[in-house]
């Protein structure tokens, strides 16, 4: 994309979730002239005022200046912020994105007035560093340019994908969206177990790190599948295979899928409640 052709993206929202967008978009060497954030206390957004951003706390400014409106507040507040911008989103008619969980482009829609074109989009918070995957949805209001918008401007924060039907952003928010809090977590207890064990817990913390790094460079690097190469590192009769068997028998894959069934379904139940 050449610099006369990327579009001012207005940010309503600049708490984690934007700011990993920010950043990402930032350090990929995204003009920071064309970025507007939007919080309810100015002083927050200091930081990226001092990175060159257009910040303020007045919504409709950013709206009137935005090609891409990305709506990043709580699902919870996503009505009460968006009513109120209905005449300018109107006036400027940009691409919406939502980033929120949940939230249906009808409920969207329908809150800025109607007839809009609304991506929803489900990035995490590796975007920030410029490892993001996020799963993308167009109502069919949405152009083939407007797509290609949408898609070029979330792959400078990393993978982005098109999903066929809106229901399967639940999926993706169960995948990808919590994704990386799984792996943290998993991180986290690997550190707590590799200090029992009796590392001290800088070497704990960074022998975890890489191996998390290099096991996610290697998968994604290798033809072969994520359980070709477990199988390759558990000798047998050896040690991960000790390792393995106690996950398993722990149940560690019923552990997984209840947990992502859960998470899909409270991205289920947050459209349900927060509809209209
Ligand atoms: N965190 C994550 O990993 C992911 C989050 N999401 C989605 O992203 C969205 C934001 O989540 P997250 O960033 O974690 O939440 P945060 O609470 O960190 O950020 C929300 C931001 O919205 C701002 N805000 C509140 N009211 C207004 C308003 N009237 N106008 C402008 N800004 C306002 C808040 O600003 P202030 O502090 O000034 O009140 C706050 O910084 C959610 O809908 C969530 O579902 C999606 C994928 C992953
Ligand atoms: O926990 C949440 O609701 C948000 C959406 C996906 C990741 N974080």
Known sequence: MTKSTQPTVAFIGAGNMARA?????????YPANLIWATGTRAEKLADLEARGLNTGTNNDAAVLAADILILAVKPQIMKQVCEPMRATVQQ??????????????????????????????MPNTPSQVQSG?????????????????AESLMSHVGLALWVEREELLHAVTAVSGSGPAYYFLFMEAMMAAGEKLGLGADTARRLTLQTALGAARMASASELDPAELRRNVTSPKGTTEQ????????????????AMQACAQRSRELAEQLRD
């Open 21 to 29: 967008i920010i950043g990402g978009l930032l350090d990929n060497g």
């Open 92 to 121: 400027r008619r940009p691409l919406i994105v939502s980033v929120a969980a949940g939230i249906g482009c009808d409920s969207l829609d329908q809150w800025l007035g109607g007839s809009h074109a609304v991506v929803r989009c």
């Open 133 to 149: 995957a996020s799963g993308l949805y167009g109502n069919e209001r949405v152009s083939d340019e407007q797509k290609a918008q």
């Open 243 to 258: 390792a393995i068997l106690s996950f398993q028998a722990a149940g560690l894959e019923k552990i997984v899928e209840e």
